[in-house]
């Protein structure tokens, strides 16, 4: 077979069998490179086929391990897919792979246009994964944890290890995302914008400060906040919107792939408002929406998220904007149904859990027309909630068939400390109501991952503004809610991989920060 160059015959050749290749949803790199032939050809130096060897570069680049050292070793632990690539098993069953030697003198040794060919392979590779909305080889870095307890020096180096090869799939997702929006005479290009954009927002500063600090920690040109703004306004909402829906849609894929969602479990899902309090002239568009009197405003910017909160497992799932605009006039319910609709797209739910502002029959009716249990806590001006007599003797209480609007709910009142509250639920009790009745109570106490992860979101990843742009707080609140998707899977990996008790994470936002900003996602590839 004569090599491939990269003409314009054999370049539509090489892209034409990617994207085939990659439409029959492969789960691993070495899937896609083992349907490819780029030169068969027999090097009597290296006892291997040049091709292998190609692809092997190729897979280096894809998965950023730059050392030929690495790279061997990557194959070592890995013999299906050196199998993949085009390496063979020896006399004595072993696949046969090259050593750091062999690899770095092929490596030296090629021309010019075989080091294009690598080049333009492994980005047309990531295009048509990152167009698709794949991501691989998550499930396949998943393997059996080791039995024997690593040491502290150990666990540091594979958690910077993984935290790096992640944190490069992370930037990848972002950048794929941007869609080229600076142009070729740029003086930034769109990954200094993300960088300075990403650490802004793991550690809580201002566009204007933050700069100053990375400028003194990279060797790279970074932006000013001005410059960054003038970027970020460019966006328009609908633009942003896409963008983020397309990389939540990512990251479940990602979150699914390693094995911490699962479309056939049911899930327990909670909905909630988050404000971000706002101090200056009302803005128009209907972007200011009004709050509780409090922190000396009575305004705010507000979002809905929900979330997936089961025990084992804490995870955004969808967040939206409330806007209140005179030519769209979205409610609360419509909202509600929107991320209910969306995520049952995704994932089963077993019950939704909401604060009492959800309160309200429409959304009650949707939510039972959906077959989901949900618990919703009673408002404490209702009747049922503060009627003494329910209480007497035993401090539990169970009313069936309660309306709300026009639908019949279940109302646990519970007194407690002095104090009384309720619940409105459609989960059935049975003979045991009181302790049934305790154990709902108890059940929606999850909700309160939702108020935790909520305060890592505003303490440990949105960065600080005052800016009166709408497109730059709705770019800032996403943004927090993606990283903290990411920090919450790479933690979910490592406890995983590093066979660790708990959940506890291991890695925190500001060593997440560091390696995530150091890490160039597009090195080596371009």
């Not at 040109?221 to 942003?240: I, M, Q, R």
């Not at 899930?267 to 309090?277: L, P, R, V």
């Not at 109501?433 to 505003?458: H, L, N, P």
């Amino acid at each position: 077979m004569k090599a491939l160059t990269l003409n314009a015959k054999d370049r539509h050749k090489i892209t034409a069998d990617i994207y085939k290749v990659t439409e029959l949803n492969p789960k691993r790199l070495s899937k896609i490179l083992r349907n490819l032939t780029l030169d068969d050809t027999i090097r009597k130096r290296y006892e291997v086929s040049k091709d292998a060897l190609l692809k092997l570069l190729i897979l280096g680049k894809l998965k950023g391990i730059k050392f030929d050292i690495k790279l061997v070793d990557y194959l070592k632990t890995r013999p299906d897919e050196a199998l993949d690539l085009g390496f063979y098993k020896g006399e004595n069953g072993n696949v046969k792979l090259p050593d750091r030697r062999t690899l770095g003198l092929f490596r030296k040794n090629l021309t010019k246009d075989e080091s294009a060919l690598v080049g333009f392979v492994a980005k047309t590779i990531e295009d048509a994964l990152y167009t698709k909305g794949t991501f691989l080889d998550l499930s396949c870095a998943r393997q059996e944890p080791e039995k024997e307890v690593l040491s502290k020096s150990a666990i540091y180096k594979a958690t910077q290890e993984k935290t790096k090869e992640l944190s490069r799939m992370i930037k990848k997702t972002l950048l794929k995302q941007l869609k080229d929006r600076t142009k070729y005479n740029s003086i930034y290009k769109d990954e200094e914008f993300l960088d300075l954009l990403i650490h802004i927002s793991l550690s809580q500063d201002f566009a204007k400060e933050g700069a100053k600090v990375l400028r003194t920690l990279k060797d790279s040109k970074v932006p000013v906040g001005a410059t960054l703004f003038y970027y970020l306004k460019k966006y328009s909402l609908e633009e942003v919107s896409n963008v983020f829906a397309k990389i939540f849609d990512i990251t479940f894929s990602m979150a699914e792939k390693a094995g911490l969602l699962s479309r056939m479990t049911k899930h327990t899902i909670a909905i909630d408002c988050h404000e971000w309090f706002y101090y200056g002239k009302q803005i128009e568009g209907g972007f200011v929406v009004g709050k509780k009197p409090g922190r000396g405003t009575l305004r705010c910017f507000k979002f809905i998220t929900l979330d997936i909160v089961d025990k084992e497992c804490r995870f955004t799932l969808l967040a939206l904007p409330v806007i209140k605009s005179k030519d769209e006039q979205v409610t609360q319910v419509d909202l509600v149904k929107r991320l209910i609709e969306r995520a049952l797209g995704k994932i089963k739910i077993w019950r939704v859990l909401m604060d009492r502002g959800f309160l309200g029959a429409d959304i009650i009716n949707f939510l039972k027309s959906k077959g989901l249990e949900f618990i919703i806590p009673a408002k404490s001006s209702n009747k049922a909630t503060v009627n003494s007599k329910l209480l007497e003797p035993n401090p539990v209480a169970v009313i069936k068939g309660e309306m709300m609007g026009n639908s019949r709910v279940n109302l646990i009142v519970i007194k407690e400390y002095g104090h009384r509250y309720g619940f409105f639920t459609n989960i059935e009790t049975g003979l045991d109501d009181d302790k049934m009745a305790m154990g709902i109570a108890d059940f929606y106490s999850r909700r309160w991952q939702i108020e935790t992860g909520y305060r890592v979101k505003k303490y440990a990843f949105r960065g600080k503004t005052t800016s009166r742009k709408y497109i730059i707080r709705y770019i800032y609140f996403m943004l927090s809610v993606v990283l903290y998707n990411f920090w919450i899977l790479i933690n979910g990996l490592l406890i995983f991989e590093l066979n660790l008790k708990g959940d506890k994470p291991i890695l925190s936002a500001k060593v997440f920060d560091a390696i995530l900003y150091k890490t160039r996602a597009l090195e080596d590839i371009t």
